[in-house]
């Protein structure tokens, strides 16, 4: 309703001043708009109804005779909030140290006494006293954790839900939605991790499968448990999965602490804690604060420096070091690096002799060396021969002379490390002689594709290229049929046993790959269906292992796999639903990966961009998926 002229220049008179007041501030006669009020007690939150708001007791709890309380640090908005979580935080961070402190020490009756508080879930105050930690209140561990998610992991950017309910993020400067804004699209920023989100209730109740010294194997740090916590992650995710060297000779000689040791060197311990770190949420493994593609970086620089200075005494260590640093670079997205870091392992380990009968009698030879001699032996030969075949290039290396059988039998048993709070995980056998064996037998296949990609460069024709690739195709088909398939794998998941038949799946894709004639791309029908349906068995493995152990602690040596599958599947989303829920699947993982790899997080990007570009209708959970990488936050290493 609009005003009239004559009330809209009415005048008042004016008001006469009133009496001086001494150090009183002036205020406003102007009436004011009633303020929101952000605070509901609980009483009114419990019954859904609006609040009059603090003082109490409110309206609703005067009128109805009810008890009123107000929480305000249970608005996760306000500030005492934050700062609530930041010293619940602390003191789980100062429980940690006592705890630690106390498992190191050799009082037995003390540890004993924390021992069985632990067994009988003591309450963290007990267990505070026991141990003489200074913090003596402790928050609901499920209310901490909501709240760090919202927090620290969203920090002030709220999410908004689109109507398919995919998660997007209202900042507009985020990744685009349209194909039309490609062009303005922005560089990524790399995801940061908080500080204060790695003192969880897993590192809380950590405990390292292995104890091994920092001491005198690296100077980046001096902290045991930090050292033997990598060590245990690296034995339970990594080395199962390559076998680059022996998990017993090497612990075994690590304990010692002797330098002087033919089989643990200052450079492989430091190689091993690079690779281990990016399994790790432990804040020092980040070479910069914030930044969580630093991980490992400071053990990294570390073996480069030793490599540069490392004497000719230690040349398997020397070697299993160089393997590990070419993973590493691999992972970086130093594609090239990496490449020429496997090019001087494979010519010490031709120098040494790994692939020429030994030049001392077996009988002379010790079982340890002749054993680690033969393992460093098949995994140089297995990581040249795989990732030849990704580069399509070619590995001047030959079969190994001594039997992959000559590794022994010894095995161990596996469970997942850390438990993620599960406390039920049962033992199994980690199946590694088994596991070596098939690794070698797919290996020799992968050989002989190579053998294609040479002749490929030699310009042999791509019909004769097909029919030289039908006889390692039906090998690899052979070794799906009669090694353990998904249901049997279902029953009994070890992540290694998955990694081998995924491996098996990505060797035929690569196959694929090679016999692809670029001017006549529909000249060889079936590949498209044989590659799209090795992606989706790749998607069923993966699921089983994130039903079984989530998607915390992923096999490095699944990258590949996920980056390969996710771009045969982007052409597949719309085409069957089985496509989408494979092409999801992949997703997860490779965000989860995308956490801790650049190469893979910009894999993401470039997927995502590739969509945007083609104008194809993601699955709205692949979207969510795409939101969550979107929402960390870092400066760019």
Not at 298 to 327: G, K, S, T
Request: proline share 8%.
């Amino acid at each position: 309703m609009k005003m009239r002229p004559l009330e809209n220049t009415k005048q008042f008179p004016a008001l006469a001043p009133g009496p001086p007041r001494m150090f009183s501030p002036q205020t406003s006669t102007a009436v004011s708009r009633p303020k929101k009020n952000s605070t509901a007690c609980l009483a009114c939150k419990a019954a859904k109804r609006k609040c009059s708001g603090p003082d109490a007791p409110c309206k609703a709890c005067r009128s109805t005779n009810t008890e009123c309380l107000f929480d305000p640090t249970r608005d996760l908005r306000r500030k005492v909030a934050v700062k609530r979580m930041i010293q619940e935080l602390t003191n789980y961070k100062d429980l940690l140290e006592s705890l630690l402190i106390t498992l190191g020490s050799t009082d037995k009756l003390k540890f004993e006494t924390v021992m069985d508080l632990i067994r009988n879930k003591a309450s963290f105050e007990d267990i505070a006293h026991a141990v003489g930690c200074p913090a003596t209140t402790f928050g609901n561990p499920q209310e901490l954790s909501n709240a760090s998610k919202l927090i620290f992991e969203y920090g002030e950017h709220p999410m908004e839900t689109a109507r398919n309910g995919a998660r997007r993020p209202s900042d507009p400067d985020n990744i685009p939605s349209s194909p039309e804004e490609i062009p303005h699209m922005k560089a990524p920023k790399w995801p940061a991790v908080s500080p204060y989100a790695r003192v969880t209730l897993e590192s809380l109740c950590d405990i390292p499968l292995f104890e091994v010294p920092a001491k005198p194997w690296t100077k980046v740090t001096d902290d045991g448990y930090l050292v033997s916590h990598l060590v245990s992650l690296y034995f339970t995710w990594d080395h199962p999965c390559s076998q680059l060297l022996d998990q017993r000779i090497f612990l075994e000689h690590m304990k010692l602490g002797d330098r002087r040791s033919e089989f643990c060197t200052p450079l492989l311990v430091n190689s091993i804690l690079s690779m281990a770190s990016a399994y790790s949420d432990h804040p020092d493994v980040l070479s910069t604060p914030e930044n969580v593609f630093s991980r490992g970086q400071n053990f990294f620089h570390e073996a480069q420096r030793l490599w540069e200075v490392e004497d000719d005494d230690h040349d398997l260590p020397n070697i299993q070091a160089l393997l590990l640093m070419c993973c590493v670079f691999k992972y970086q997205g130093r594609v090239k690096k990496s490449w020429m870091v496997l090019s001087q392992a494979v010519q010490l380990a031709r120098d040494i002799g790994l692939f020429d009968a030994p030049a001392v009698s077996k009988n002379k030879l010790l079982p340890d060396m002749e054993r680690v001699r033969t393992i460093t032996a098949w995994g140089v030969f297995n990581m040249s021969t795989q990732m030849s075949i990704e580069l399509q290039k070619i590995a001047q290396v030959t079969y190994p002379t001594s039997d992959v059988k000559l590794c022994g039998n010894e095995d161990f048993d596996w469970t997942p490390y850390p438990r993620s709070n599960k406390i039920t995980y049962d033992k199994k056998p980690a199946g590694l002689p088994g596991v070596r064996e098939e690794l070698a037998s797919m290996t020799r296949i992968l050989f002989d594709v190579q053998k294609i990609v040479s002749e490929k460069n030699r310009g042999t024709s791509f019909d004769e290229l097909r029919r030289k690739a039908e006889e390692p195709f039906d090998r690899l088909n052979s070794w799906l049929q009669r090694s353990p398939g998904v249901p049997e794998i279902q029953q009994n998941p070890v992540p290694q046993v998955l990694l081998l038949r995924i491996k098996c799946h990505q060797a035929i894709i690569y196959l694929f790959d090679i016999l692809n004639d670029p001017h006549q791309p529909e000249s060889f029908p079936h590949a498209e269906f044989h590659q799209v349906n090795s992606a989706h068995e790749t998607a069923e493995c993966l699921r089983i292992h994130r039903q079984s152990y989530g998607l915390k602690h992923i096999p490095s040596e699944l990258v590949d796999a996920i980056q390969t599958g996710l771009r045969i599947l982007l052409h597949q989303v719309e085409k069957s639903d089985q496509s989408r829920q494979a092409f999801v699947e992949l997703c997860r993982f490779g965000t989860a990966l995308g956490h801790r790899f650049k190469q893979t997080a910009e894999t993401i990007q470039e997927i995502r961009k590739n969509a945007l570009q083609l104008n194809l209708q993601l699955p709205p959970e692949a979207i969510a998926i795409f939101d969550d990488l979107e929402q960390w936050r870092s400066v760019d290493p």
